[in-house]
């Protein structure tokens, strides 16, 4: 096995590595998603009506570790503090920045697979066709089944690359909108906890 031959195969080594991570990432993001926003909404229920009161959220509930009880809990915590209200804003905006963070993680990974894939789709197939092209210059054109064998190999990478870079689109796209309706859940909950009038 030559050089070309064997940064070829590595190639598709690396495209069945990030459509593994792409689909890990997506089931990881959608467990988180749908976990937080069963939480958000519970939370927002219970504190339904003009008190917003958060005196009807259970203790065991605040047991909970996903985004919104753990914004739930910082947010009490700053308002019990009977601190100024400008004091309360500024931590308020730092409590929604360190959840929002929380909440778009790994979704960078998703994004650069949908950019990497069809590189490196392309790197595949020019290194299959040079390969190929290396194999007709040292044996001739004795072969035409082998040669057609191998272009094939090298066009199967770029259809490849495109396939998961499709795939993680879509996928992408779908989990950036349930990041913002999570975060916008996320922005009312600490409104109303944070409002200076209750």
């Given at each position: 096995?030559n050089y070309?031959?064997?940064?070829h195969n590595?190639?598709?080594?690396?495209m069945y590595?990030?459509?593994?991570?792409?689909v890990?990432?997506?089931?990881?993001?959608?467990?988180?998603?749908?976990?937080?926003?069963?939480?958000?909404s519970?939370i927002?229920?219970?504190?339904a009506?003009?008190?917003?009161d958060?005196?009807?959220?259970?203790?065991a509930?605040?047991?909970?570790?996903?985004?919104?009880?753990?914004?739930?809990?910082?947010?009490?915590?700053?308002?019990?503090a009977?601190?100024?209200p400008?004091?309360?804003?500024d931590?308020?905006e730092?409590i929604?920045?360190?959840?929002?963070?929380?909440?778009?993680?790994?979704l960078?990974?998703?994004?650069?697979?949908?950019?990497a894939?069809?590189?490196?789709g392309?790197?595949?197939?020019?290194?299959?066709?040079?390969?190929?092209?290396?194999?007709?210059a040292?044996?001739?054109?004795?072969?035409?089944?082998?040669?057609?064998?191998?272009?094939?190999?090298a066009l199967?990478?770029?259809?490849?690359?495109i396939?998961?870079?499709?795939?993680?689109?879509?996928?992408?796209?779908?989990?950036?909108?349930?990041s913002?309706?999570?975060?916008?859940?996320?922005?009312?909950?600490l409104l109303?906890?944070?409002?200076?009038?209750?």
């Amino acid at each position: 096995m030559n050089y070309i031959e064997l940064f070829h195969n590595l190639t598709f080594y690396a495209m069945y590595g990030a459509a593994a991570l792409a689909v890990f990432v997506i089931i990881e993001r959608q467990i988180f998603y749908m976990t937080g926003r069963r939480d958000a909404s519970a939370i927002l229920r219970l504190m339904a009506g003009t008190a917003n009161d958060a005196t009807r959220i259970p203790a065991a509930f605040l047991e909970r570790k996903s985004t919104p009880v753990q914004l739930l809990r910082e947010a009490l915590q700053s308002r019990d503090a009977k601190l100024a209200p400008a004091r309360v804003e500024d931590l308020s905006e730092a409590i929604y920045l360190s959840s929002r963070s929380r909440v778009i993680a790994r979704l960078w990974i998703l994004d650069t697979i949908v950019t990497a894939a069809p590189l490196l789709g392309l790197v595949g197939t020019i290194l299959g066709i040079i390969d190929t092209f290396a194999v007709l210059a040292s044996s001739g054109i004795s072969d035409p089944s082998g040669v057609s064998k191998g272009i094939g190999t090298a066009l199967y990478a770029t259809a490849l690359g495109i396939s998961i870079a499709l795939f993680g689109l879509l996928f992408y796209n779908f989990l950036r909108e349930c990041s913002d309706r999570l975060n916008d859940q996320l922005k009312e909950l600490l409104l109303r906890i944070t409002d200076p009038s209750h």
